[in-house]
């Protein structure tokens, strides 16, 4: 039931006390919206949203409630109105592009490895100096001795695993993010102390621990189903045991990306042997532990479908820097080198298997979040997150609970349900106005006729123009030197690219782009293909190029650890914790340095 008269007598009063005070206010109203706010309720019809600077403050029926006639307002008729989305799983670095979450009517997002520069957008954003979503940042990845990523922080027993939590709250993070290749001992004292710290823990659940374990120790949220499909297992135990033996291996021949090839047997196993009773334990342990499921769908599609043009000829890719378009491709991907056509098909079995696992978690009270893994191939920023929206409901979901995955769920995950994820007086005016109902078709979701950000309003026009901009900033961009160089390794050895590299820095300084960052991703593309010799010499020439730099030191040293050399791999940390003191990364491998001798 309305009190419009309340609401209005709310608004009444916050604009007497902002004209008292002498501050200025924007107001803004949207008139004959059919309102889905994403509580559950059904649709409601013919109602006047009211926006106060960047608060919802009064909501009634449109002949009832009539805005202030200093208000900006939008004729929503036949216009459906639904909170800002939030995209829960995300890895950008691309500060320009950001535009592109807005555009897609994506408020808020969860950057799942947080950089400097994340904590530095979120100031920006926050002082509404960049145009970007609300962000809730990582930690750096945690991870075993091993790391699965360079530049992970790396735990490998319990005192290194608490260090990770107070480091993780010292840096500023909002949550400590887990991956897969922790060991058992490190794992449960991260759970430990992130919980006598008061920091949430998310991520992946380890090989070396049950999805049982990982939602008993506090686990806040699994990622992209890890360890979902073993746990409903009839063979859990064993499989379990395999995967340690994996670990085990792996530590002991720093074969990281050997991880997806030597666990071939176990993924068929688990498949084989999935069992209905086991599936039903285990998302009742999940909803009694209020684990949340953050599947990440549209990642797993693109995953096991990488080799179907259906997914790769997509043209949202103009919207894409040239060099992650570069880096999308398979061949180039260091997790894809070992796969074989029996791993290919494999993955597609699992997939309809994944999808009949997520329609039954709200069915089970167990809670579900949109998130696409944006960064990785075929994901795209704010695009993607209508991607996930459409494969949740292909999943089983109902419209309603695909749209609370991205609004409701996303406020009850992040403890802020009194101000995000509904439509409600006193909530944050993060909205978006939809041209058709997503209840009767969950794409509708991408007909966007307008998005609310803090209170400002951005027309269709104004989203036309941000996607114009982005696609043409993406087609100017420089060419991507490490593309150039990467080719001429393969075809000619790294003495010529590092020629090549002089060259056309002397002759075409303006038409490749010659940032640190382009040779110290190649660096560690090469690490990744096993090719050491090749990337110190690449990331010699970082070191040449931007001597002052804490950073391109710090990778060479990790090259000339993967390739041996103690002696230089210190000598290049110590060179980086000169420049840089506050490089905890460099201190942990000078002091595993120190310890092997």
């Keep these: 039931m309305f009190r419009p008269f309340l609401d209005l007598a709310v608004l009444l009063f916050l604009l007497v006390a902002q004209k008292a005070s002498g501050a200025q206010t924007n107001l803004l109203a949207f008139t004959h919206a059919t309102v889905i706010d994403a509580t559950g309720a059904p649709a409601k019809t013919d109602l006047t949203v009211v926006i106060t600077d960047d608060r919802i ?92 990523w360079p530049g992970s ?36 004292a991260i759970a430990d102390e992130a919980k006598k710290q008061g920091t949430p823990f998310a991520g992946h659940v380890p090989i070396s621990v049950s999805v049982a374990e990982a939602s008993k120790a506090g686990q806040k949220s699994i990622e992209h189903l890890t360890g979902i499909l073993a746990g409903c297992s009839s063979r859990e135990a064993e499989l379990l045991q395999s995967a340690q033996q994996v670990l085990a291996g792996i530590l002991a021949t720093n074969e990281p990306m050997s991880l997806m090839a030597s666990m ?7 498949l084989e042997t999935y069992s209905q009773a086991k599936a039903a334990a285990v998302l009742a342990q999940l909803r009694t532990n209020q684990t949340w499921q953050c599947p990440t769908l549209v990642v797993l599609r693109s995953i096991r479908y990488f080799d179907d043009p259906s997914v790769t000829n997509d043209s949202r890719v103009k919207y894409m820097p040239r060099e992650l378009r570069s880096n999308w491709d398979p061949t180039r991907d260091s997790r894809f080198k070992t796969r074989t056509a029996e791993d290919i098909e494999m993955g597609k079995k699992i997939f309809p298997k994944e999808l009949e696992l997520v329609g039954a978690m709200p069915r089970a009270g167990v809670g579900v979040l949109a998130g696409t893994d944006t960064g990785n191939p075929y994901c795209f920023p704010g695009f993607s997150l209508h991607d996930e929206l459409g494969l949740l409901v292909q999943a089983g979901l109902t419209p309603m609970e695909a749209l609370q995955a991205a609004t409701r769920n996303a406020a009850r995950f992040l403890g802020r349900e009194k101000e995000l994820g509904t439509i409600e007086p006193g909530r944050l005016a993060d909205l978006v106005l939809l041209d058709a109902n997503p209840l009767d078709d969950i794409s509708n979701t991408r007909k966007i006729n307008a998005v609310v950000f803090g209170g400002r309003l951005f027309r269709k026009a104004a989203l036309d123009q941000m996607l114009a901009k982005i696609e043409a900033l993406a087609s100017s961009s420089k060419r991507a030197i490490a593309e150039i160089l990467f080719k001429s390794i393969v075809e000619q050895g790294v003495e010529a690219a590092v020629k090549q590299y002089h060259e056309l820095k002397s002759a075409q300084p303006a038409a490749y782009d010659f940032s640190e960052p382009q040779l110290n991703g190649l660096g560690y593309w090469l690490l990744g293909m096993k090719r050491s010799k090749e990337a110190i010499q690449i990331l010699k020439l970082n070191v040449e190029a931007y001597p002052q730099s804490a950073n391109v030191y710090d990778s060479l040293g990790e090259a000339y650890l993967n390739d041996g050399d103690k002696d230089l791999a210190a000598a290049n940390y110590e060179k980086s914790l000169q420049l840089d003191p506050a490089n905890n990364g460099a201190v942990e491998k000078l002091k595993e340095l120190k310890a092997s001798k």
């Design 57 to 148: 403050t009064a909501i009634g029926k449109s002949a009832d409630l009539h805005p202030p006639t200093n208000a900006v307002i939008v004729d929503a008729s036949g216009k459906f109105l639904i909170p800002g989305l939030w995209d829960m799983h995300v890895h950008w670095h691309e500060k320009d592009y950001l535009p592109l979450f807005i555009a897609n009517g994506v408020t808020g997002v969860r950057m799942m490895w947080g950089m400097p520069e994340h904590f530095e957008w979120r100031k920006e954003v926050e002082r509404g100096s960049l145009l970007g979503p609300r962000l809730l940042i990582a930690s750096t990845i945690v991870d075993g001795p091993k790391p699965f």
């Design 264 to 270: 071939r047997p176990e993924r068929r196993l688990a």
């Design 153 to 188: 922080l790396t735990a490998r027993n319990e005192a290194e695993g608490r260090q990770a939590v107070t480091k993780a709250k010292q840096a500023g993070a909002d949550f400590v993010k887990v991956y897969s290749l922790l060991p058992r001992e490190a794992y449960f």
